[in-house]
C-alpha cells in the first residue's frame, strides 16, 4: 500500500481482557518495528522484525506482550490480560532497510478500563 | 542506551515568526529524523538528515553528526505547524526519540 495502515484506530478493552492490534506496513518494506507511546511522551520501541525474523523484542515490557509476523508482511501485536498501565497509543513503523527512514501508521489508540 | 534530548520542551509563537528547535544526542548514530505529530497523532516525517542541511519550504534541518546535534529551523510559522516536534535517532536497528518540543503557533 502507499502508506503504513493500522487497525483498529480505537480500541477500549476491560481490564483482563485480551487485544490484537494490526500493522499493515508499506509494500516491500522489510523492516517493521511496533512502538508504544504514552501520552505526553515519545514513543518507546518495543519490537523489530526484519521479513518474518523477530530479531529484536527487548522493547517489550512483559510476557503479557507478543508480537508476530509470520509471512513478512502484516504484523499483530498482541497484548494478554490487559492491565491500566497498558493504555496507550500503539504505533507501528516501516522501512525498506536498517538504517534507511521510518514511515509510521496513524497508530492505535488503546485505552484499558 | 543513546540518549537524547530536545529543547525547548515547550515554544509559544506568534504566527510568522521562526524558531529553532535543537536535538542532542549522547553517541554516535546511522541515522537522524525529525518528525512532526500533528494533533491527530500523526507522525509525519520531516526530514532523514544523517549530515549536513536540508530545505523543504518554509522547514530546514542541520546535522553536525561530529557534534551530535541537529537543528531544526521553522521560518515564517503558521498556526498549522503547531504539534509536537521530535528527533529520533538511528542506532543500530532501533529509533529512538527525544521527548519533543510542544510547538503552538498563535494567530
Known amino acids: 500500500g502507499a502508506g503504513v495502515s493500522q487497525s483498529p484506530r480505537y480500541k477500549v478493552a476491560k481490564r483482563g481482557q485480551d487485544v490484537a492490534l494490526r500493522c499493515d506496513p508499506i509494500?516491500?518494506?522489510?523492516?517493521l518495528f511496533w512502538y508504544q507511546q504514552a501520552l505526553g511522551q515519545g514513543p518507546e520501541f518495543l519490537t523489530y522484525?526484519?521479513?518474518?525474523?523477530?530479531?529484536?523484542k527487548s522493547g517489550l515490557p512483559s510476557d503479557r506482550f507478543f508480537a508476530e509476523r509470520p509471512e513478512g508482511s502484516v504484523s499483530t501485536l498482541k497484548i494478554q490480560r490487559t492491565q491500566q498501565e497498558d493504555s496507550a497509543v500503539y504505533l507501528c513503523?516501516?522501512?525498506?532497510?536498517?538504517?534507511?527512514?521510518?514511515?509510521f501508521g496513524s497508530g492505535t489508540r488503546l485505552t484499558v478500563v | 542506551g543513546i540518549q537524547v534530548e530536545q529543547s525547548p520542551p515547550d515554544l509559544i509563537l506568534q504566527e510568522g515568526a521562526n524558531s529553532t528547535l535543537r536535538c542532542n544526542f549522547s553517541?554516535?548514530?546511522?541515522?537522524l529524523q525529525w518528525f512532526h505529530q500533528n494533533p491527530w497523532g500523526q507522525l509525519i516525517n520531516l526530514f532523514y538528515?544523517?549530515?549536513g542541511t536540508k530545505q523543504n519550504g518554509r522547514l530546514s534541518a542541520t546535522t553536525v553528526a561530529t557534534e551530535r546535534y541537529s537543528l531544526l529551523y521553522i521560518s515564517s510559522s503558521q498556526t498549522t505547524d503547531s504539534g509536537v516536534y521530535f528527533c529520533?535517532?538511528?542506532?543500530?536497528?532501533?529509533?529512538?526519540f527525544g521527548e519533543g518540543t510542544q510547538l503552538t503557533v498563535n494567530p
Open positions: 529520533a535517532v538511528v542506532s543500530g536497528s532501533r529509533l529512538t
Open positions: 522484525f526484519q521479513n518474518e525474523a523477530q530479531l529484536d
Open positions: 553517541d554516535s548514530v546511522n541515522n
Open positions: 538528515i544523517p549530515s
Open positions: 513503523a516501516s522501512s525498506s532497510d536498517v538504517g534507511a527512514g521510518y514511515t
Open positions: 509494500s516491500g518494506h522489510v523492516s
